[in-house]
């Protein structure tokens, strides 16, 4: 236990430093300028180029969806994640002690004796296999439905709704990426920083009042023509946990046949069924699991 209060203390001491030379110094893999300037651009592209032309600039919930993309990036991780993750890579590795094994038997892989560019595609491709099979898990678990419904209470999309997430999603994600990196390993910053922003920009393009496709690239990168469909409110007959799981990239829900763009989805109606019961303030939409019934 003594071992875990350290890991608390040093986890936020750390994170506190690190988050303070974040806003105070400009590099390339910044990822607080790096949201605001990625933010700021794919909004730029909606204002240029709106799909829905009716759609005001400052859309409903546009400044909580704000809010929730520097809490959940940045507070959220100062207050709860890097303990969580700290702790987790911990507790994992005192439990292969006590089996007498080490994390080490289990790596497969070391990108780092790769070329650097295949080994990053190697690290990105995982990535989003895991992620979109845990995307898929918060639509098909009622338990985890009902954090997740938080992301799905957006009624007009804009990039902000991409980061409009309950604080267990990434708990969730996190958890069930640590083992799949922890047996490839040897991925460095740089690596991270480019999977990351990647990520990053593409969600936030999902979510943009844009209608791309990127034409035949759509059966590779998830696209907002495609997404617009998973925040549909009324899904398929055969498909009622949900469709176009992808995260960063369409090609999974092709390959896995959950795929569903019957037309140009510019004006279907979004949310989920009784959403209109949902809470609208912060707070209550961070109690909402907690005080709901699966």
């Not at 759609?55 to 940045?74: C, E, I, S």
């Not at 569903?260 to 707070?283: A, M, Q, S, Y």
Request: glycine fraction near 6%.
């Amino acid at each position: 236990m003594e071992k875990y209060l350290e890991i608390f203390k040093n986890s936020y001491h750390g994170y506190f430093n690190y988050l303070w030379t974040e806003m105070t110094r400009f590099h390339w893999e910044n990822y607080f300028y790096g949201l605001i300037l990625v933010s700021l651009v794919v909004w730029g592209l909606e204002l240029l180029f709106p799909w829905r032309k009716k759609q005001n600039v400052f859309r409903k919930d546009f400044w909580l969806d704000t809010f929730y993309m520097f809490f959940n990036f940045f507070l959220l991780n100062l207050i709860v994640l890097i303990f969580l993750s700290n702790a987790t890579a911990e507790l994992f590795n005192d439990i292969l002690g006590f089996a007498g094994l080490k994390l080490s038997a289990f790596q497969l892989l070391d990108l780092d004796a790769l070329p650097f560019g295949f080994g990053l595609l190697i690290f990105f491709l995982i990535t989003d296999f895991v992620q979109w099979n845990t995307h898929r898990l918060l639509h098909y678990s009622p338990f985890l439905w009902n954090f997740h419904k938080l992301h799905h209470s957006v009624k007009e999309m804009g990039f902000a709704a991409h980061l409009r997430y309950h604080w267990m999603e990434p708990v969730v994600y996190k958890s069930l990426l640590y083992i799949p990196l922890a047996i490839i390993g040897g991925f460095n910053v740089e690596s991270v920083a480019i999977v990351h922003f990647s990520a990053l920009a593409i969600g936030h393009l999902n979510h943009a009042n844009l209608g791309w496709d990127y034409g035949f690239l759509k059966y590779i990168f998830n696209n907002p023509k495609m997404h617009i469909w998973h925040h549909a409110k009324v899904l398929p007959k055969n498909a009622q946990h949900g469709v176009n799981f992808g995260i960063s990239l369409s090609l999974w829900d092709y390959l896995f046949r959950t795929d569903h763009i019957p037309h140009d989805g510019r004006d279907v109606e979004l949310g989920f069924n009784g959403d209109e019961k949902f809470p609208v303030k912060f707070t209550s939409q961070m109690l909402y699991p907690v005080k709901t019934k699966n």
